[in-house]
């Protein structure tokens, strides 16, 4: 039937992010169940929009403080994602970059480094030292060291966040001047 064809899925999806980002997280929640009912009866099981839905819920579950579930639904996505495009390809880092923003959330930096780790070596590998989105990595590297207290590590991240920064957006970016004065 019309309620169950992709791009009905695609709607609901579409609302649940506007209502996460008017923060009502259980109505999005409701709007992310329906598409992903629908994903799962009309799409092949390793869909990348299925990826994306499971990335969206375990967002929604950060936002309600429940990290183990948004842990969870980001490994969903993941698994999905190595499956389909293997370990080492950008949508699979930035699964890496979600997963270290709730373990930092919850406190866990450690496990926060690790999980950047894994998104930097992807996007140093993929994009080259002086792309944005590794200027965006390193400062996540440089934060989640900031935060255990290793200013030394910090500042080093920092550097080469600064650096690929510079290359790929200019040295006077904001984002470059931020990260230099770090």
């Not at 039937?1 to 996460?20: D, F, I, P, R, W």
């Not at 996505?77 to 923003?101: C, F, Q, W, Y």
């Not at 550097?159 to 790929?168: L, N, Q």
Request: glycine residues 8%; neutral net charge.
């Amino acid at each position: 039937g019309t309620e169950e064809h992709a791009s009905v899925a695609q709607t609901y999806n579409n609302m649940a992010n506007v209502l996460n980002n008017q923060a009502k997280h259980d109505d999005a929640m409701e709007m992310h169940h329906k598409c992903l009912a629908i994903q799962l009866k009309v799409l092949e099981p390793d869909h990348p929009s299925i990826a994306r839905t499971y990335n969206n819920m375990a967002n929604v579950f950060r936002h309600q403080k429940d990290y183990g579930k948004s842990l969870e639904y980001h490994r969903k996505a993941l698994a999905i994602k190595e499956r389909v495009h293997g370990p080492r390809h950008p949508d699979t880092a930035i699964s890496h970059l979600n997963m270290g923003a709730v373990f930092g959330s919850q406190g866990d930096h450690a496990g926060a480094l690790e999980a950047f780790g894994k998104a930097l070596a992807i996007r140093e590998q993929v994009f080259g030292p002086q792309s944005e989105d590794v200027g965006k990595t390193c400062k996540a590297m440089a934060d989640a060291h900031e935060a255990q207290g290793e200013r030394e590590q910090a500042r080093a991240f920092y550097g080469r966040a600064a650096a690929a920064y510079a290359a790929a957006l200019g040295p006077e970016h904001e984002r470059t001047v931020e990260a230099r004065g770090r």
